[in-house]
């Protein structure tokens, strides 16, 4: 059974900072990839950042480049997702998502599995 388990989402300032991590157990995604998502009240879920499992490829939002970091750890089957300079626009339920094809990073129907979330609040 595949699992993803996210965590470090909270409560932090404008400006502020916080670091993202998303478990994975049961399979590696080493022939696809791993993303951020995420989804604001009465709105729709949206790509935050990607990259490919194997390395070489990372691939971020326009609103979220230069401030946000994706990164993987292969001996823990780890993603994390450093959120820098974090904006009251940047409050959501952030979700990582698993995939296993090389197919658009950035569509959130290519990734079959998906974590539940964690909650991140920016307040101004």
């Known amino acids: 059974q595949v699992q993803l388990v996210e965590s470090g989402g909270g409560l932090v300032q404008a400006g502020g900072s916080l670091r993202l991590s998303c478990a994975a157990s049961?399979?590696?995604?080493?022939?696809?990839?791993m993303g951020w998502f995420r989804q604001a009240p009465g709105k729709e879920r949206e790509f935050v950042a990607a990259c490919k499992w194997s390395g070489g490829f990372t691939y971020y939002a326009d609103s979220v480049k230069g401030r946000f970091t994706i990164s993987r750890d292969y001996t823990k089957n780890t993603l994390y997702l450093q959120m820098n300079n974090l904006k009251p626009e940047d409050t959501a339920l952030y979700y990582c998502a698993g995939k296993v094809s090389g197919s658009s990073y950035s569509v959130s129907s290519n990734y079959p599995y998906w974590g539940q979330g964690t909650q991140v609040t920016v307040s101004s």
């Open positions: 049961g399979r590696t995604f080493s022939s696809g990839g």
